[in-house]
Structure formats: structure tokens, C-alpha cells
């Protein structure tokens, strides 16, 4: 079975930094793409960021643009979001996602989750 296994994540305050990573067990496949959703209650899952693992450069959603960067490390079937500048909206739990070759924004195309991080920034 494929595990996403996120870690990272806690509470800062506004204008702080967090990283958090993603690791991926059980995959096979030699593409695949990883994302961050955060989960606004009440909205579905919005995503902040993805990679393919052939891409150089990632996806950012325009809210975190300019803040934050995701990164990868292909060897590890690893995700990183290095997140600064924090803002309280951008308080959430982050999920950790992937999918064996989509990499666009509809949270119901990965088929992989992990369990999620709450960011707190205060």
C-alpha cells in the first residue's frame, strides 16, 4: 500500500516560517505527481502547491505566490513546503497528496493522502 507520511507543521506567529515534508512509501511508479491541499472548513480542499516528479519547477496557488516554495527530492519520493512569511490565513490542516501522473487542482484526482498537519500562525 502507498502511505503519505507528512511532518512538519506546529503554530508561529504572523510573519514566521514552517517546513513541512511528505514522504511517500509503497509507490512503484517512476512518475507521479505530489501536492499540499489545506481544508478551509466547510470548502473542499484547496491546493497550494504540487510537483511532478519529472517538473523542475512546481505549482503555486497565487495566496501563498512569493511565500512559500515547494521542492522535492525524487530519490526519497519526497515533497518539502518551505512556508515564510506566514499569515493567520493561512492557518489550516495541510494535507499531503498524490497521484500517479495528475498534478492539476481537483483534490478528488489523487488517489493518495496523508493524514494531515495543522499550521496554526497566531
Known amino acids: 500500500d502507498v502511505q503519505l507520511v507528512e511532518s512538519g507543521g506546529g503554530s508561529v506567529q504572523a510573519g514566521g516560517s514552517l517546513s513541512l515534508a511528505c514522504t511517500a512509501s509503497?509507490?512503484?511508479?517512476?512518475?507521479?505527481?505530489m501536492g499540499w491541499f489545506r481544508q478551509v472548513p466547510g470548502k473542499e480542499r484547496e491546493r497550494v502547491a504540487s510537483?511532478?516528479?519529472?517538473?523542475?519547477?512546481?505549482y503555486l496557488s497565487d495566496s501563498v505566490k512569493g511565500r512559500f516554495t515547494i521542492s522535492q527530492d525524487i530519490a526519497k519520493k519526497a515533497m518539502y513546503l518551505q512556508m515564510n512569511s506566514l499569515k493567520s490565513e493561512d492557518t489550516d490542516m495541510y494535507y499531503c497528496?498524490?497521484?500517479?501522473?495528475?498534478?492539476?487542482?481537483?483534490?478528488?484526482?489523487?488517489?493518495?493522502w496523508g493524514k494531515g498537519t495543522q499550521v496554526t500562525v497566531s
Open positions: 497528496a498524490a497521484s500517479s501522473g495528475y498534478c492539476g487542482g481537483d483534490h478528488a484526482r489523487y488517489k493518495y
Open positions: 509503497g509507490y512503484t511508479g517512476s512518475t507521479y505527481c
Open positions: 510537483i511532478f516528479s519529472r517538473a523542475v519547477a512546481g
